[in-house]
T-cell receptor
């Protein structure tokens, strides 16, 4: 089974801090994604990556950046955390190319609170 | 842009009764549609997908979905609901990507509550 592991289930940080959320997948997937989930808004895509060192903006990239130095790891960075970034963050991975209709596999999420 | 709509925030059903969770879509070209389920404090789990072929798609845990092109709908169904089916359900559509991949656009989710 595919396993997507997010380093923290719960995280509390202060406004202005630089925050790192880490995600690792063990299935050699090319694509990786970061979403945030808020009640009534569903999942919104922040950034995605379809290869090492490649990144693309999603629908709500402002205030975030990402890093993909290795194929299995995709990091989300909050450059200067703000209270409106309090949310559930979900990482996902999937195959690419000819397998692009394969489902995304999700981690269990990081619930981030910014005080 | 591709989009999906889930018109119901919550659906309540009695255990043993059939359930339906609604989803409508708006796409240019052929739709690639997915259903996911989220249990409390967990990530999303894939249930089923429609790419092409039969309009009735069977998935995990006894769920199925009916693709209806004329009504642009992809409703999730189960003949007999279980209390353990209570969860948050998301419909999603695949966006086109340059460079390959399967970026998804999700609906806002429907909370399913199955009661004894």
């Amino acid at each position: 089974d595919v396993k997507v592991t997010q380093s923290s289930r719960y995280l509390v940080k202060r406004t202005g801090e630089k925050v790192f959320l880490e995600c690792v997948q063990d299935m050699d997937h090319e694509n990786m994604f970061w979403y945030r989930q808020d009640p009534g808004l569903g999942l919104r895509l922040i950034y995605f990556s379809y290869d090492v060192k490649m990144k693309e903006k999603g629908d709500i990239p402002e205030g975030y950046s990402v890093s993909r130095e290795k194929k299995e790891r995709f990091s989300l960075i909050l450059e200067s955390a703000s209270t409106n970034q309090t949310s559930m963050y979900l990482c996902a991975s999937s195959l690419r190319g000819a397998y692009s209709n394969q489902p995304q596999h999700f981690g269990d999420g990081t619930r981030l609170s910014i005080l | 842009a591709q989009s999906v709509a889930q018109p119901e925030d919550q659906v309540n059903v009695a255990e043993g009764n059939p359930l339906t969770v609604k989803c409508t879509y708006s796409v240019s070209g052929n739709p690639y549609l997915f259903w996911y389920v989220q249990y409390p404090n967990r990530g999303l789990q894939f249930l089923l997908k429609y790419i092409t072929g039969d309009n009735l798609v069977k998935g995990s845990y006894g769920f199925e979905a009916e693709f209806n092109k004329s009504q642009t709908s992809f409703h999730l169904k189960k003949p007999s609901a279980l209390v353990s089916d209570s969860a948050l359900y998301f419909c999603a559509v695949r966006d086109k990507l340059t460079g390959g991949g399967n970026k998804l656009t999700f609906g806002t989710g429907t909370q399913l509550k199955v009661e004894l």
